[in-house]
T-cell receptor, first 114, second 116 residues
Framework: NAGVTQTPKFQVLKTGQSMTLQCAQD?????MSWYRQDPGMGLRLIHY???????DQGEVPNGYNVSRSTTEDFPLRLLSAAPSQTSVYFC?????????????FGPGTRLTVT | GDSVTQMEGPVTLSEEAFLTINCTYT??????LFWYVQYPGEGLQLLLK?????DKGSNKGFEATYRKETTSFHLEKGSVQVSDSAVYFC???????????????FGSGTQLTVLP
């Protein structure tokens, strides 16, 4: 199993540009989510999905869109990048529905918006 | 809302020293508690967890006990190694909070550096 994979690893955007961060998992997990990591703030939830065709907002959803057309993939779209979106983005997935279930994280995408 | 407060870092220790990283939490319900570790250039990985009061999670020589009376989940290791250098995150998942039951609420992270 490759686990959770993310591409690209690094990206530099200019303000106003759009892009999609890719996330895929091969563990047949129903639950997937996106977090952003900023210095001194831990990780914060952007969007999540409990299964194909179902998505919902997390703590900091503004400026981001998601879709879930398959169980495996959960892309994150930045519609019009802003410097405040400079961050490290992590995708995560888990199999079960319980709060106690382990989440598996991808290696992250480091995004810089100039 | 739910929150996690972690000991401020960075923490620098010599090899074989004793490690404690403090973590306290507030939660609406009865959360599950986790410690995740992030090695340089990598994503987060689960280090240990506990799901009910007085449970002790342990892995790779690290331990943490779920203390409901003090709302704490402090991470300890008796003898750290250079390879333990990483960022450590305390987190909770609260099944009674609004939104996804599997949402993790993280502390701000503690950078640990172990010197040979």
């Amino acid at each position: 199993n490759a686990g959770v994979t993310q591409t690209p690893k690094f990206q530099v955007l200019k303000t106003g540009q759009s892009m999609t961060l890719q996330c895929a998992q091969d563990m047949n997990h129903e639950y997937m989510s996106w977090y952003r990591q900023d210095p001194g703030m831990g990780l914060r939830l952007i969007h999540y999905s409990v299964g194909a065709g179902i998505t919902d907002q997390g703590e900091v959803p503004n400026g981001y869109n998601v879709s879930r057309s398959t169980t495996e993939d959960f892309p994150l779209r930045l519609l019009s990048a802003a410097p405040s979106q400079t961050s490290v983005y992590f995708c995560a997935s888990s199999y079960g529905v319980q709060a106690s279930d382990e989440q598996y994280f991808g290696p992250g995408t480091r995004l810089t918006v100039t | 809302g739910d929150s996690v407060t972690q000991m401020e870092g960075p923490v620098t220790l010599s090899e074989e020293a004793f490690l404690t990283i403090n973590c306290t939490y507030t939660a609406t319900g009865y959360p599950s508690l986790f410690w995740y570790v992030q090695y340089p250039g990598e994503g987060l990985q689960l280090l240990l967890k506990a799901t009910k009061a007085d449970d002790k999670g342990s892995n790779k020589g690290f331990e943490a006990t779920y203390r409901k009376e003090t709302t704490s989940f402090h991470l300890e290791k008796g003898s750290v190694q250079v390879s333990d250098s990483a960022v450590y995150f305390c987190a909770l998942s609260d099944p009674f909070s609004s939104g996804s039951a599997r949402q993790l609420t993280f502390g701000s992270g503690t950078q640990l550096t172990v010197l040979p």
